[in-house]
């Protein structure tokens, strides 16, 4: 609904991709890691929005899972959902063994046919351009 008020199509066709870490408690529960990277105990959030910054899908794990590895699982969640969907943009983070993996499901089903990875994103943002709304 919040597409078509904005004249845009009911589906989307382009979708942006990105994590973050977030801390929990020392009795965080289940689910929790440690994200070398960032240096944060906790869990990693991964969004899908669409180029408005509506949310497609989101996946929640340990943090130490990374990003490339975890983008499979959320990727494949789309699968069947958004038939206009061609594209996703991504951050570096995600190169590596998600183009390996999904490219080739890609092609063989109605997931999206292109994953661009953006190699640092943050580049960009210094132009007014932001991939991934946030």
């Known amino acids: 609904m919040a597409r078509s008020k904005s004249s845009r199509a ?3 066709s382009v979708a942006c991709i990105d994590s973050r870490s ?5 009795s ?3 689910c929790r890691g440690v994200d070398g990277g960032k240096k944060v105990k906790g869990r990693k959030q991964h969004i899908i929005t669409d180029t408005m910054g509506l949310i497609l899908a989101v996946f929640v794990h340990a ?4 990003d490339s590895k975890a983008g499979i699982d959320i ?3 789309l699968k069947g959902r958004f038939s206009r ?3 996703i943009v991504a951050d570096g983070g995600y190169r590596g063994e998600l183009i390996e993996t999904v490219i080739p499901i890609v092609f063989q089903s109605e997931l999206p046919r292109n994953i661009e ?3 640092n994103a943050n580049q960009y ?7 991934c709304n946030g």
């Open 63 to 66: 943090a130490n899972i990374h």
């Open 85 to 87: 969907l061609n594209k």
């Open 10 to 12: 009911f589906l989307p």
């Open 125 to 131: 943002r210094a132009f007014g351009i932001d991939f």
């Open 28 to 30: 965080g529960g289940i």
């Open 75 to 77: 990727i494949t969640m």
């Open 22 to 26: 977030i801390k929990t408690t020392r």
């Open 117 to 119: 990875i953006i190699p």
